[in-house]
């Protein structure tokens, strides 16, 4: 009996102890868990802010209960900050989605943070009810942010209809150069992908995000291409080559583009993308394609950034999350849903190859960017904090 009465004053004392446990709480060095759909998402981002000396841990599509309790707002400090990166891309069903905006406003009940970034995605520009479904998931994530981040310039325009227009901030993607594998030279990775040796330009089309229209729609374009330069006699030896990798999202199966490719050989297919390989298709390639519709939502700006920190002409519809992306040395812009103006923008790539300065490849290797946005990324939960901890007294 007295065995068991001191084992129960013991637990007490510890259920005390946890209960009153807390982080440290400080408007300086905030504690950010970053909620993601995979590992390797927010690499990055958490490796700049360690460097800066803050506290980072990371979460994949879930808020922990022990994290929750253990940062909420005491003794008028806020020590806690929860980001959710690219939440659109969450792999939760229904149920999980209820259990995650459930864990949402308990954490704003505790005085914590909440901070999203908006980084697009495929389900943006395609059709079918799991899309539409990720996409409303996305917009109640946004929806509870105290801040929503963007890469895309004048945020308030490019959210004009939705209530979070005015918690929207534009944060500047940093440059991706380095952060690929050692490349290959052109002519092995081309030899690797059966492209032929002769191809003067090759475009790249990621088919994997976009939907079966919009990867016929590069393809029809590309035939039509190809038609334009053989009417010309200063053209007619010209041999561009169009890579398409995986499958279109909204499709397990595309029998009407493997049909296409079929009829021109200047068109290779590879139904599986490799993401390992993507150093690879990167040094094939001289141009990158990305043939959207008319979905003001679409685009990934990530991806227009790596191709552009790897000195690739970046082919882009001209819609608001590429507008200022990259400078006009770097991309084109198209008008999406004009067949004619893919064909132009296709034909003028090739006059637009470029170097890099050394100035400019400094400014877009990946650690002097990460590092800025860290800083800028500081400023702002600094900001929220201070924002939060004055709303609360």
């Known amino acids: 009996m007295a065995a068991m009465a001191q084992a129960q004053s013991w637990g007490r004392i510890q259920q005390q102890f946890m209960l009153n446990n807390h982080a440290p709480t400080t408007l300086h060095t905030p504690c950010v868990l970053f909620v993601q ?33 253990r940062h909420r707002a005491h ?30 406003w308990l954490a704003r009940q505790l005085g914590i943070g909440i901070i999203s970034t ?71 990775a081309r030899m690797q992908l059966g492209i032929q040796a002769e191809a003067d330009f090759v475009y790249l089309c990621l088919a994997f995000l976009h939907t079966e229209r919009e990867v016929i729609q590069c393809m029809e374009a590309f035939s039509e291409l190809r038609i ?31 049909k296409r490719a079929a009829l021109n050989s200047a068109i290779h297919v590879f139904l599986e993308y490799q993401p390992a390989d993507l150093a690879m298709y990167v040094a094939a390639t001289n141009a990158l394609v990305l043939p959207y519709a008319t979905v003001r939502m679409a685009g990934v700006p990530e991806l227009a950034m790596l191709f552009y920190s790897y000195e690739r002409i970046v082919i882009s519809p001209n819609l608001p999350r590429f507008h200022g992306l990259l400078p006009p040395h770097g991309g084109i ?44 990324l500081l400023d702002t939960y600094k900001t929220l904090l201070s924002h939060l901890t004055k709303k609360k007294n």
């Open 37 to 69: 759909s995979q590992p390797q998402d927010t690499v990055w981002p958490v490796q700049a802010l360690r460097k800066q000396g803050m506290y980072c841990s990371t979460s994949i599509a879930d808020l922990p209960f022990s994290w929750l309790w």
């Open 75 to 104: 003794h008028d400090a806020v020590p806690g900050i929860i980001h959710f990166y690219r939440p659109g891309a969450f792999p939760l069903n229904c149920w999980q989605r209820q259990q995650l905006l459930l864990k949402i």
């Open 333 to 376: 812009l198209y008008n999406p849903g004009s067949h004619t103006s893919l064909v132009q923008a296709l034909l003028l790539a090739p006059k637009r190859t470029f170097k890099h300065t050394e100035k400019e490849a400094a400014m877009l290797h990946y650690q002097h960017g990460w590092r800025n946005y860290a800083l800028l």
């Open 118 to 188: 908006d980084t697009g995605g495929y389900w943006h520009n395609a059709g079918g009810l799991r899309y539409v479904t990720r996409r409303a998931f996305e917009d109640k994530i946004f929806a509870r942010s105290h801040i929503v981040l963007t890469f895309t310039r004048h945020a308030e325009q490019f959210y004009r209809t939705l209530p979070w227009r005015d918690r929207a901030s534009f944060l500047a993607h940093p440059g991706l150069r380095e952060v690929l594998p050692k490349m290959s030279d052109s002519a092995t």
């Open 228 to 258: 334009v330069l053989l009417k010309s006699e200063a053209t007619a030896t010209l041999n561009p080559q169009l890579l398409l990798l995986g499958t279109p999202i909204d499709k397990t199966q595309s029998a009407k583009i493997l």
